[in-house]
């Protein structure tokens, strides 16, 4: 008997614990995602794409801070839309085109703004870049600016891909706009705390999951 009061006041007190712990952990997860290191001198600033213009907003404003001598923005993959777009002759923008005219409109001299090699699909495409060109060019320190949100998973893929003789310094923009406190209250940041987890799942477990190539054949004809 004595041993069956003990397991129900085990069960109880595991149960109250869940209760207790569960929903705090569900709300966290926004402040987990978010986390940056402190600024220091680096070799080159890089703008991670997505969110125009906050990204290449917050880069600017570091190299205004004397905090390298140079920008490097990634120049993302061909996507179907914007392949189709071209045989339509309907004229396209880039991603990396934008931030390049938002860093000048922001002071950074065309002589400081460097467009990265590589096709880049998601994150760890991204990285790669970074990586094989700070090897290339025999630098070792990058700070690399993207979103409140994309931090922890930038730190984790970075730690997974770069050699240890390499150093991130991840900063976000805090003009991009995110509520970590709750996330839940709208698709936008539902959405990408979602993302983010599963990103973060696939980097701890060896990255199982690969992006989706472009298809771009024949599309234009379908379209019209």
Same mark, same amino acid.
């Given at each position: 008997m004595k041993f069956f009061v003990q397991q129900r006041w085990f069960l109880? #007190?595991?149960? #109250?614990?869940?209760?207790?712990?569960?929903?705090?952990?569900?709300? $966290?997860?926004?402040?987990?995602?978010?986390?940056q290191d402190s600024?220091?001198?680096a070799d080159a600033i890089v703008v991670f794409g997505g969110h125009l213009p906050f990204r290449a907003m917050e880069a600017a404003k570091i190299y205004k801070e004397g905090m390298a001598p140079e920008i490097w923005v990634?120049?993302?993959?061909?996507?179907?839309?914007?392949?189709?777009?071209e045989?339509?002759?309907?004229? &396209?923008? $880039?991603?990396?085109?934008? $931030?390049?005219?938002i860093l000048r409109r922001f002071g950074v001299?065309? $002589?400081a703004i460097r467009l990265?090699?590589?096709?880049?699909?998601?994150?760890?495409?991204?990285?790669?870049?970074?990586?094989?060109?700070?090897q290339e060019r025999g630098k070792s320190c990058a700070i690399l600016v993207t979103s409140e949100y994309h931090c922890r998973r930038l730190k984790i893929i970075w730690h997974s891909l770069a050699p240890s003789d390499l150093e991130a310094i991840v900063r976000f923009t805090p003009d991009d706009? &995110?509520?970590?406190?709750r996330w839940w209250y709208n698709s936008r940041d539902a959405l990408a705390v979602t993302r983010e987890i599963g990103g973060i799942l696939n980097a701890w477990a060896g990255f199982p999951?690969?992006?989706?190539?472009?298809?771009?054949?024949?599309? #234009?004809?379908?379209?019209r």
């Open positions: 109880f #007190a595991l149960f #109250a614990l869940l209760f207790v712990t569960v929903p705090y952990g569900f709300r $966290s997860l926004g402040f987990w995602l978010v986390v600024l220091k001198i990634s120049c993302p993959a061909t996507t179907t839309e914007s392949t189709v777009l045989e339509l002759d309907i004229g &396209f923008v $880039s991603e990396n085109e934008y $931030s390049v005219r001299p065309a $002589s990265v090699d590589g096709e880049i699909v998601n994150t760890e495409d991204e990285i790669r870049v970074v990586v094989g060109t700070l706009p &995110f509520d970590p406190d999951l690969q992006p989706v190539k472009a298809v771009t054949s024949g599309r #234009a004809d379908q379209v």
